[in-house]
Structures are given as C-alpha cells and as structure tokens.
C-alpha cells in the first residue's frame, strides 16, 4: 500500500492503493466516449454520458480518490506548489462536486476549509473536522435547500448554512453567462460567503468574520442563514 503522509491515517483506505502511482491522465473518456457539445460563447459544455457515468464513478469514490491525487499533485509536483501553503489547504465544489469535497474533507486530513455548493454528502457529513459552509439557492431544482439544511445540522461545528433568495443551480457557475437562469446577485453573494469562510478560517483575518456572519438584502426570509463557530446556533443578522 503505497499512501501520502496525510492519507495514510485515513479510517479506511476506499482502495486508494495505487491513487498515487497514476499520474493524471489529461484528457478522460469515460465509459461511453467522449461526445460532446460545447458553446464556448455560453460557457457551456455538456459531455452526454455524464450522467449515466457519475453514478458509476461514485459509487466507486474515484471522484473521491481522484480529488485527494488532484491534491497530491498540486502541492507536490505541480507548476505552482511554491505559491501552495500545504498547511492551509480548502476546498470548493458545486453539485456533485459538492458531494465529493465533503466526502474527501471527511477521510484526507490534509483539508483544512471546506465550502459545499448546493450539495453536500449527508452520509459522510458527520465525520468532517473542519470548518465547513454549505449554499444553497431557494429555487435550486436540485433539493439543495433540504439537502443543505440536513448536512449543515449534522455537521460539527464551525458551520454555515447560507440561503439565497431566489437562487439556482446554475447560478453558481458560470454557465450560460449573462444568459444565465439565476438572479444577477447569486455569484456575487456565493464568492462573498465563499471568499469569507477561507479568508477566516484558512488566512487568519479577522476582518472575513463580518463578511461571514451579516446578512445581506438578498439572503432568503423563509429559510433563514445560520451559523454555529462552537458557542452555538446563530442567524445571520
């Protein structure tokens, strides 16, 4: 069993055994190719077996293991590693997405922040350590609302849950630009709370605590922004 220092005192391996003796592979085709339809003006891409694919691969944790060499690389071999603090390491997902850094951040102690976009893993959620924010849009299709709500009450604390008003699930990414289905403030309030929560728990500013704990004109009256730091459960105000 061949293991990084920061994965080998994982609970359990998830058969990471030979993660880190493949290199990244560039380009995947998956298990039906690689076809595809991009509208790089829209900054939309779609890859039509994605979506019998990623049942298969996360039931296998190769989101999973492929994030935690992802990690390896960047603050090993990577262009950039001098500029990578490998004590201060967070990670961002969106969806599915969303789903794999909270399922990482639960088995790789080398994650140190985590914020979790529209998702989040309600199964490994528990055994997360570290500082962690869930989003969530009220009109996400998706059931993010609910499924945010239930990670962030079984989450440890320190932990945010934050609602937007109106909100989608595209509305967190970039697609589709000024075309986007999501109300113009949805990006903005994400890099906002998103930008806060590593800032204070990953830089050490506390001017980010602010940014994390008000609220804004368009955070959701219905399902209420909260947060738990360890001194218990407050609403943002």
Same mark, same amino acid.
């Given at each position: ?25 560039g380009r995947s085709e998956g298990i039906l190719g &690689? ?15 994605? =979506? =019998?694919?990623?049942? =298969? ?11 935690? +060499?992802? %990690?390896?690389?960047?603050? &090993? ?10 004590? /201060? ?8 997405? !969303?789903?794999?850094?909270?399922? %990482? ?15 989040? !893993? ?17 009109? +996400?299709? %998706? ?56 800032d204070y728990f990953l830089?050490? /500013?506390?001017?980010?605590?602010? &940014?994390?704990? %008000?609220?804004? +004109?368009?955070?959701? /009256?219905? =399902?209420?922004?909260?947060? &738990? ?9």
């Open positions: 069993f061949q293991a990084e220092d920061g994965i080998r005192d994982l609970v359990r391996s998830r058969g990471l055994g030979d993660v880190y003796k493949r290199q990244g592979q &690689n076809r595809s339809i991009s509208i790089p003006s829209l900054n939309f891409y779609l890859r039509f077996s994605t =979506f =019998f694919e990623v049942f =298969f691969h996360s039931a296998r944790d190769e989101f999973v293991m492929a994030t935690m +060499d992802a %990690t390896t690389y960047l603050i &090993n071999d990577s262009p950039v590693r001098d500029l990578v603090d490998s004590e /201060k390491l967070g990670l961002i997902g969106h969806s599915m997405g !969303s789903i794999v850094v909270t399922e %990482t951040a639960a088995f790789d102690k080398r994650i140190d922040a985590v914020v979790a976009l529209s998702q989040g !893993s309600i199964l490994y959620v528990n055994d997360i350590a570290v500082p962690i924010q869930f989003q969530a849009g009220c009109f +996400d299709i %998706t059931f993010s609302i609910p499924i945010a709500s239930l990670c962030y009450k079984n989450a440890n604390p320190p932990k945010e849950l934050i609602t937007m008003q109106w909100g989608t699930h595209i509305g967190f990414t970039a697609a589709f630009g000024k075309y986007c289905l999501c109300p113009p403030w949805q990006k903005d309030l994400c890099l906002r709370y998103a930008t806060g929560w590593f830089k050490n /500013k506390p001017e980010a605590y602010e &940014n994390i704990t %008000t609220d804004t +004109d368009h955070l959701s /009256k219905i =399902f209420q922004s909260r947060y &738990n730091f360890g001194q218990g459960e407050h609403f943002l105000e």
